[in-house]
């Protein structure tokens, strides 16, 4: 093979590029979202509407694997996954606990005053 011939099947293979997860993989985005919705907690002082999920990625790809039956070499990478629940709308954080404001201090009969 010569170099212009190898150079321009490389090119169009660099040219092509992977084919689209839904292309791929067409239930993977249900499949994901089947096994997020029971892990999700909406934000707790509703200042937003995210939706907060308890699961890593990595977690996600597991029960993928086990539960739906997908393989790990068919899986995309934790990257993708990740990419697939933010663009689903579910956040990968933990929800942090909403505080109670503290009471303002009032003031005590053995604090000093000023004298007027």
């Known amino acids: 093979m010569s170099y212009e011939a190898a150079w321009?099947?490389?090119t169009a293979r660099?040219?092509?590029?992977a084919k689209p997860i839904d292309a791929r993989l067409p239930n993977l985005r249900q499949d994901i979202s089947d096994l997020v919705e029971s892990q999700?907690?909406?934000?707790?002082?509703?200042?937003s509407e995210r939706v907060y999920c308890r699961l890593?990625?990595?977690h996600v790809a597991q029960l993928l694997v086990?539960?739906?039956g997908y393989t790990d070499l068919e899986l995309p990478r934790g990257e993708t996954i990740r990419n697939l629940l933010n663009a689903g709308g579910y956040t990968l954080r933990k929800v942090q606990k909403t505080k109670p404001?503290?009471?303002?201090q009032r003031p005590t009969p053995s604090s000093?005053?000023?004298i007027e």
């Open 40 to 47: 999700c907690q909406a934000d707790p002082r509703f200042e």
């Open 56 to 58: 890593s990625a990595a």
């Open 101 to 104: 404001k503290k009471r303002s």
């Open 112 to 114: 000093s005053r000023s």
């Open 66 to 68: 086990d539960k739906k």
């Open 8 to 10: 321009s099947a490389s």
């Open 14 to 17: 660099c040219a092509a590029g």
